[in-house]
């Protein structure tokens, strides 16, 4: 065993350097299917703001709303503003967020498997109760079927993939996540565009067509193994290390077995993890699980996934147009992320974070002057305007799907020790859902309150965190999950938390010893 002393976690620092293994089939298969989980995310992402602004939705549900989009004259920045409109959209996220607090203790007490086939489950029943909807009452119990079903796939994929993963690819495998989701979103734009042409039951088609990742994300969930960790957290050492050697295709994994049982020993000491996460020892995770998140939404991402056909409809595409223009930044943020795939176990989450905020700063501001300036209450953009609107988007989207989009999630997913892994994701998960769903309930009010000055407001918001992340966020490229309480220790803020309860764990750790 490699010398070191007793990390804060009851992990050895020094057993890292002896971890061995590589990235197996078995391991690629399994984070594959893991992953489909973020699809249901991200098709529930494209797939909603396509269907309200088709006519044949709206004359059915939201009457009002249509009946106001016909109005050629109507004020551009607030012809879709109506709450119950948005609430189709937010109801699910608010339904998702009560889910990911109860699918912690599942997925802490029964494993990751049980809440991916949970919520698949969930899924599967809300898209067939979208699809088959005769009534406003059923289309919102579908959508909270659904909200169920991402708060139970949010909490569970990200740490299963992070547990899955060698310590060395561990950014990378993580993104399948959010690769995941960017297809999801890419596929449900391209649905649309196809179903816009069904009349009049192609709305029908768009969100019945949720089911088949969500039958995928059980079945698979049904076949998969139960990651090592959660194996060992709950007692069965023996299969632990069996699935261990299996996804690392070496029968020598000695250091990185101790290191699991060391965490999940402390893990099982550990009655409640929500109030232990509350330990100044444990600041420095909660706050990113708490502000990552947040900037996440707060990037403004979603005013353009949600409401993307809404938003160009708005400026004056016609309604294929404005399919295709969402379609295609569908198509920006799936290739964007392969971008991130391929450079963050090289380049690092700081630098890619840093860059992307840099980057949709200056998108979000041109979109802001153009609409400011060439953008009226009762005028279209003109065509050339209109192509730059576009390709400054298409910019700002790809920015978030290198660097924002999959961080978001990856970075909460990998900081946390294993006593409290589930309650601080499902803590993440909780502030995500929170603020997606507040955007998605306010945005169609904003934006006919502030106009073009919406894109100002996301990007001051954009400014804050990247300067956060600057300052405060520890690269955490390459560093083994349960080592990486060691970051705080030696952060030049963070030190300054966790020092006093370091000292007494370093110190009753070595009398232990």
């Given amino acids: 065993m490699a010398g070191g002393g007793i990390g804060s976690i009851g992990v050895n620092k020094g057993r890292a350097e002896n971890y061995n293994g590589k990235l197996t089939l078995y391991v690629i298969i399994a984070c594959i299917v893991a992953a489909v989980g973020g699809s249901l995310f991200g098709y529930d992402i494209g797939i909603s703001g396509g269907v309200t602004?088709?006519?044949?939705?709206?004359?059915?549900?939201?009457?009002?709303?249509?009946?106001?989009?016909?109005?050629?004259?109507?004020?551009?920045?607030?012809?879709?503003?109506?709450?119950?409109?948005?609430?189709?959209?937010?109801?699910?996220?608010?339904?998702?967020?009560?889910?990911?607090?109860?699918?912690?203790?599942i997925t802490r007490n029964y494993g990751r498997r049980a809440s991916i086939i949970c919520g698949g489950i969930s899924f599967f029943i809300g898209a067939v109760l979208n699809a088959a909807a005769v009534n406003l009452g059923m289309l919102l119990s579908g959508r909270i079927m659904l909200g169920v079903g991402i708060g139970f796939g949010n909490q569970a994929v990200p740490l299963y993939l992070s547990e899955m993963a060698p310590a060395h690819l561990r950014g990378c495998l993580n993104m399948m996540f959010q690769l995941a989701t960017t297809l999801g979103i890419f596929t449900a734009n391209m649905i649309n565009y196809g179903t816009s042409k069904l009349h009049p039951w192609g709305w029908r088609l768009s969100l019945g067509l949720a089911a088949a990742p969500a039958f995928v994300m059980t079945v698979g969930g049904m076949l998969l193994p139960e990651t090592p960790n959660s194996l060992i957290e709950q007692g069965n050492k023996t299969k632990g290390r069996h699935v261990l050697e299996r996804i690392r295709g070496t029968e020598n994994v000695d250091a990185e077995f101790e290191d699991m049982v060391d965490a999940s020993e402390l893990a099982r000491s550990v009655k409640h993890p929500f109030r232990n996460i509350l330990k100044r020892r444990n600041r420095p995770q909660l706050i990113m699980a708490i502000l990552m998140p947040t900037f996440q939404i707060l990037t403004g991402i979603n005013i353009i996934l949600f409401y993307a056909p809404v938003l160009f409809q708005s400026m004056g595409f016609k309604r294929a147009a404005s399919l295709y223009s969402s379609a295609l930044t569908g198509a920006v943020l799936a290739s964007s992320t392969l971008l991130s795939m391929a450079t963050v176990d090289r380049w690092g989450r700081r630098v890619l974070l840093i860059t992307g905020g840099i980057q949709m700063i200056i998108c979000q501001v041109i979109v802001a002057i153009i609409l400011g300036l060439k953008f009226g209450s009762d005028k279209e953009l003109s065509r050339g305007y209109s192509i730059i609107v576009v390709v400054f988007i298409c910019l700002f989207v790809a920015a978030f799907g290198y660097s924002w989009g999959p961080l978001g999630w990856t970075v909460p997913s990998e900081i946390f020790p294993l006593e409290t892994r589930s309650a601080g994701q499902s803590i993440t998960v909780t502030v995500s859902l929170f603020f997606t769903f507040a955007i998605a309930q306010s945005f169609l009010s904003l934006l006919c309150a502030m106009r073009f000055g919406i894109f100002l407001f996301f990007s001051c918001w954009i400014a804050v965190m990247t300067i956060f992340i600057y300052l405060f966020l520890p690269e955490t490229k390459g560093v083994p999950i349960e080592e990486m309480m060691c970051l705080w220790e030696k952060h030049w803020f963070w030190k300054k938390i966790v020092s006093e309860d370091q000292q007494v764990k370093n110190t009753n750790g070595l009398n232990h010893a």
């Avoid at 009946?67 to 551009?76: A, I, P, R, S, T």
């Avoid at 012809?79 to 948005?86: C, M, P, R």
């Fill in 53 to 105: 602004s088709m006519d044949e939705f709206l004359r059915r549900f939201f009457y009002s709303v249509y009946l106001k989009k016909q109005h050629v004259h109507e004020d551009n920045y607030c012809k879709y503003n109506n709450q119950v409109l948005a609430a189709f959209t937010s109801s699910l996220y608010m339904a998702g967020l009560v889910a990911s607090l109860v699918a912690s203790p």
